[in-house]
């Protein structure tokens, strides 16, 4: 058994520190005007950004930050997103804190490539979307000061201009052939940092755990020293999780050495694992002539090891590594998504269970990070050589660079124990050479490029099997039940990969879903599909036309049906012992530029939560395995009215993670259930009831030792046979506080609601109001497929007179005045 013990380490690569916390850094946050659009130079800029400057054209609009360019046309329905340049600019009013000391511009994150202006002087240039850099605008501040401009017309304060560019590169990475826009903007927080003219630059801790259960702390440290002072004091302290200081240390510092170091050991400390995520301080104090610099880091201490062909065990105990994936992406935000945004979604992540998660596919914000550190959820971190090939020098230093940047950034986090290399590197397309002996001889590179940089944590990649052989940790392409086969395969088709690597951790499984939409008869595409061929994603799966017959494109994307896909890959995992992990395809539904005729066009679609955070019913299938918290919920909240025949048996499925539930339908109790996960679906809470014709009233009560936990829905039950959609019905169905939702109900020649229809719905407005729209949510779109013959969108009235209209292939289009309450009719 080849053991892998995980230190805490933080490298920052150049000799302009990345920082991580400072005593004076200011988020850039607000006072910005922003161009879509390409300028002539810096100096058009610049000079129609003058207070009083008669210039007024190009319109600048006013932003805050973060800000992504694609907040809304990455999931237009009508269009291409756009990728091309955007300019920003704003002015500081400088406030030095050190006399002598340094000022910077930290950024969290630019995509894709940034460069960055002190009046007309360029200061600073990065390429790639999602690594922090750091800008030094010390003297060209210092020279700006001196110039006539800075008295009039700026009027003491520092013109700051920065040009981001997403166009499309072939030379870059990510492909643009990825499953995910490549958003451009500032999309993470700009800062403003003022640093002692000496200054702390790396800090790397590491810790070794030995067998009696002590640690090994070692602490290595260099400095910023563009004054080149000759020497400082440096302090530094070890806090435990409790608050109390256990080891501190005081020494000179003689800048005349490239590296400081420090080792000290702490007796039985309390280890970090997800259901207690323990974090000590390293608090560091360099105090010099010019000023005191702290620096403070996290840590955690735990070992962690991948058994050859074997499971995952953390701190000596085996841990079925239960996972999901992240996009920065939100509705109406692009990857513009701001601090509490990040912190809503990494907790109802853990709410849900998980305990691990792979960020796809590009290194992620702090913020992420230091939740997943603190929340107790493990990561795979990966960098963007994702799909298209390889390509020259320049595309190969980016990704080299972007791998270092990444190890040392987030080196610090306990949370990281992989280092991704790459995702599906066997996808080509962007180059006319596709080599895979060059892809492989890069590959290695960077493996061996990542050890050197960090011999603690495993490396990855996901789906490229000429590879596998080169990384710690492999995860193959299995898709049992959507791309290829039926999700009954899946224990088979994963053993069998398991059986060809050392080490395996499945990443990437699931399906699509429709939020809205539920069927009676979700399984009836299973007879179509072929077993035995293998559950692996193939060239054109993803394509809703052509090739063999499978769930992605023959199925019909209800939220039935991925239910119960992930009940059964849950329920098989709890019998799989030999399984490291796995992680499901993604968390949130995101944007994509490859999926224009989806349901939601331009969204993947295969989240457990829309990509507004509103939870889909998969959400709770996985509470119900995976949540410690007592829980029960009644399939489906979102399902309002359902079909079959007068006195038909329906189906009534309960998920919960509590040992027993009570059903109740219209105040008659259908008996008490054992909960069994091996009982499929739903871990035997499910019961055959009547319905009534019209409304029904569920309710269930679940019970956990002492603990009582209740849910209750009420359906509509409709027996009326429809024959093929005739018309739209649209009609205002709830004001609240000048927001307005409005439906579009399908419905045949007679009214009755087709409630299997599934054709699109296309909304507009005209009047003084706007739609709620290109959210990429299955109600925050203006061109969606209904869901049970429905479809739904908000609007803000501002108080005025609008009029909507409904149009579908086919049908009479609809008009709608919301001033009137009645329904509307063709």
């Known amino acids: 058994m080849k053991k892998s013990i995980i230190g805490i380490v933080l490298f920052f690569l150049t000799s302009i520190p990345v920082l991580a916390q400072e005593q004076y850094s200011t988020r850039l946050n607000n006072g910005w005007e922003f161009f879509k659009g390409d300028l002539g130079g810096i100096w058009e800029a610049v000079r129609s950004g003058a207070e009083g400057a008669p210039e007024s054209v190009p319109h600048w609009e006013k932003v805050t930050l973060p800000h992504c360019f694609n907040a809304e046309d990455a999931v237009d329905p009508d269009k291409n997103y756009y990728q091309g340049a955007g300019w920003y600019r704003t002015t500081l009013a400088m406030e030095p804190r050190y006399q002598q000391g340094r000022i910077l511009l930290h950024f969290e994150g630019a995509a894709q490539k940034t460069d960055v202006y002190i009046y007309t002087t360029k200061v600073g240039s990065h390429v790639g979307g999602y690594d922090e850099w750091t800008v030094d605008i010390t003297d060209a501040v210092a020279e700006f000061k001196k110039k006539e401009a800075f008295r009039k017309p700026f009027n003491g304060k520092i013109p700051l201009v920065i040009r981001c560019d997403n166009s499309r590169d072939l030379q870059m990475i990510p492909s643009d052939l990825s499953d995910f826009n490549l958003y451009g903007g500032i999309i993470r927080y700009l800062n403003l940092v003022y640093i002692p003219s000496v200054s702390i630059n790396k800090l790397h ?69 997800p259901s207690q995520p323990s974090l000590y301080k390293i608090k560091m104090k360099l105090i010099s002539a010019s000023g005191i610099h702290v620096r403070e880091e996290n840590i955690g201490i735990r070992t962690f090891v991948f058994e050859d062909h074997g499971p995952f065990t953390l701190n000596g105990k085996r841990l079925l590594l239960r996972g999901t994936h992240r996009h920065e992406d939100h509705a109406g935000t692009g990857g513009a998504m701001t601090e509490s945004m990040i912190r809503k979604e990494m907790i109802i992540m853990k709410q849900m269970g998980v305990n691990f998660i792979r960020l796809g596919h590009y290194q992620q ?37 972007m791998l270092r940047n990444m190890i040392e950034q987030h080196y ?23 080599d895979k002996e060059k892809i492989r001889t890069f590959m290695k590179e960077l493996n061996t490029l990542a050890h050197t940089l960090d011999s603690s944590r495993k490396t990855a990649i996901r789906r490229c099997d000429f590879c596998k052989d080169i990384v710690d940790v492999y995860s193959p392409s299995i898709w049992a039940g959507w791309y290829r086969g039926r999700y009954t395969e899946y224990k088979d088709v994963s053993k069998k990969e398991f059986e060809a690597v050392n080490h395996f951790l499945h990443v990437e499984w699931g399906g699509d879903s429709h939020a809205g939409r539920h069927a009676e008869e979700a399984e009836a595409v299973v007879k179509k599909i072929n077993t035995g061929l293998g559950a692996d994603e193939r060239k054109g799966d993803a394509s809703l036309h052509g090739g063999s017959a499978r769930v992605s494109k023959d199925g019909d994307w209800s939220e039935t049906y991925i239910c119960d896909l992930i009940d059964w890959h ?60 007592p829980m029960v919920y009644i399939y489906s909240h979102t399902w309002p009215v359902r079909w079959g025949e007068a006195g038909e048996q329906k189906l009534v ?13 219209n105040g008659k109790s259908y008996g008490v259930k054992k909960r069994n996960s091996q009982d499929f679906p739903a871990a035997g809470l499910r019961w055959k009831v009547p319905f009534s014709e019209g409304n029904n009233t569920l309710r269930v009560v679940a019970r956990r030792g002492k603990t009582i936990v209740e849910d209750q829905i009420t359906q509509r039950y409709q027996t009326e046979k429809w024959t093929n959609p005739a018309k739209l019905v649209v009609e205002k169905i709830e004001d609240d506080n000048d927001i307005a939702t409005v439906q579009a ?19 507009s407005l005209t009047g003084d109001g706007k739609l709620f729209d290109n959210l990429g949510t299955s109600s925050g779109s203006r061109k969606v497929q209904a869901y049970n013959g429905r479809a739904i969108i908000r609007l803000k009235a501002n108080s005025g007179k609008n009029i909507i209209c409904v149009q579908s292939p086919g049908l009479q289009t609809v008009f709608l005045d919301l001033t009137d309450k009645k329904k509307a009719t063709p």
């Open 205 to 273: 801790v590491s810790s070794q755990v030995n067998d009696k259960g002590s640690a090994t702390l070692k602490v290595k440290t260099d400095f910023y020293n563009p004054s080149r002072l000759p020497n400082a004091d440096l302090e530094i302290q070890v806090v435990d999780p409790s608050g109390k200081i256990v080891q501190q240390y005081k020494a000179p510092v003689d800048f005349k050495d490239s590296v400081y170091e420090w080792t000290s050991s702490l007796k039985k400390p309390t280890l970090w694992s």
């Open 365 to 401: 914000s702090r913020i992420v990070l230091n939740l997943c550190d603190s929340l107790g959820i493990f990561v795979w971190e990966e960098i963007p050589w994702c799909r298209g090939g390889l390509g020259n020098d320049i595309y190969k230093g980016q990704a080299r660079r």
């Open 653 to 665: 499925k309960v998920y919960s993670n509590c040992e027993e539930a009570e059903l109740f339908v």
């Open 570 to 629: 849950l329920k098989e995992q709890e019998t799989m012992p030999w399984l490291t992990g796995t992680a499901y395809w993604p968390f949130k539904d995101f944007s994509t530029p490859v999926r224009p005729e989806n349901p939601v066009p331009y969204v993947n679609q295969k989240g457990v939560v829309e990509r507004d955070f509103t939870p889909k019913s998969s959400y709770y299938v996985f509470q119900s395995y995976w949540s410690e918290k």
């Open 412 to 434: 610090n986090h306990p949370s990281v124990i992989i280092w991704g290399l790459g995702n599906e590197n066997d996808w080509p397309g962007d180059f006319e050479e596709f």
């Open 745 to 763: 109900k399908l419905v045949d020649e007679n009214n009755i609601p087709c409630l299997d229809a599934n054709q699109w719905i296309h909304f």
